[in-house]
């Protein structure tokens, strides 16, 4: 079927249907699901991409029992199985600004959840993942035939043996220079599926 093909000379298909208002210009018509669980879908996609490029599969505890995912990851040199497995906790957060300056950030966790992640010895290792994310959901990603940009950044941390110290909840640090990416959780799975910590 041939569609027409508009009038060179003629009235974009925006002119056609009238003006627009200002805020129709720059902001797109996002649904109503609450931020915070658009934020929780953001950081799943982020962990979904590191792990599709580190070669590691995911599931997902059901039901969910204060840990969100596992990974694993599957490699001929691991000496522990031939398939390593680690839990992963997701933490999203707008609060903290990007390039957090110094060599941590504070974070505050329940008490019952960092007693959950704190737990030492373990058969498998769990890790925090907390993303960075800036306020408005305009800036959360921009798309382009150069690439997928994702904003703006996860870290991950192993909280095994952390005291709590606080009465409801405790802050605990996250280093700045452990970005979660596709080589870091290769390295974490290397030093699992060698009998060692994350």
Same mark, same amino acid.
């Given at each position: 079927?041939?569609?027409?093909?508009?009038?060179?000379?003629?009235?974009?298909?925006?002119?056609?249907? #009238?003006?627009?208002?200002?805020?129709? &210009? =720059?902001?797109?018509?996002?649904?109503? !699901? +609450?931020? *915070?669980?658009?934020?929780?879908?953001?950081?799943?996609?982020?962990?979904?991409?590191?792990?599709?490029?580190?070669?590691?599969?995911?599931?997902?505890?059901?039901?969910?029992?204060?840990?969100?995912?596992?990974?694993?990851?599957?490699?001929?040199?691991?000496?522990?199985?031939?398939?390593?497995?680690?839990?992963?906790?997701?933490?999203?957060?707008?609060?903290?600004?990007?390039?957090?300056? #110094?060599?941590?950030?504070?974070?505050? &966790? =329940?008490?019952?959840?960092?007693?959950? !992640? +704190?737990? *030492?010895?373990?058969?498998?290792?769990?890790?925090?993942?907390?993303?960075?994310?800036?306020?408005?959901?305009?800036?959360?990603?921009?798309?382009?035939?150069?690439?997928?940009?994702?904003?703006?950044?996860?870290?991950?941390?192993?909280?095994?043996?952390?005291?709590?110290?606080?009465?409801?909840?405790?802050?605990?640090?996250?280093?700045?220079?452990?970005?979660?990416?596709?080589?870091?959780?290769?390295?974490?799975?290397?030093?699992?599926?060698?009998?060692?910590?994350?």
């Amino acid at each position: 079927m041939a569609l027409a093909q508009p009038d060179p000379g003629g009235p974009t298909r925006a002119e056609a249907l #009238g003006p627009r208002l200002p805020q129709q &210009l =720059d902001t797109p018509l996002r649904g109503s !699901l +609450a931020t *915070t669980a658009c934020m929780e879908t953001l950081q799943v996609g982020y962990l979904h991409a590191v792990a599709a490029a580190a070669g590691c599969s995911l599931s997902q505890p059901f039901p969910d029992n204060g840990i969100d995912w596992h990974v694993s990851h599957g490699a001929p040199a691991h000496t522990v199985d031939d398939e390593v497995t680690i839990k992963v906790q997701l933490k999203c957060t707008y609060q903290i600004p990007p390039h957090p300056a #110094g060599g941590a950030f504070s974070f505050t &966790l =329940d008490n019952a959840h960092l007693v959950k !992640l +704190a737990r *030492t010895p373990v058969s498998v290792h769990k890790i925090l993942v907390v993303m960075i994310v800036p306020r408005s959901q305009d800036d959360w990603l921009r798309a382009g035939p150069g690439g997928l940009d994702l904003r703006h950044c996860c870290y991950w941390t192993n909280l095994a043996g952390h005291a709590v110290t606080g009465r409801y909840r405790t802050t605990v640090r996250i280093p700045t220079s452990r970005i979660f990416d596709d080589r870091a959780l290769c390295d974490i799975m290397a030093r699992v599926g060698a009998g060692g910590r994350p």
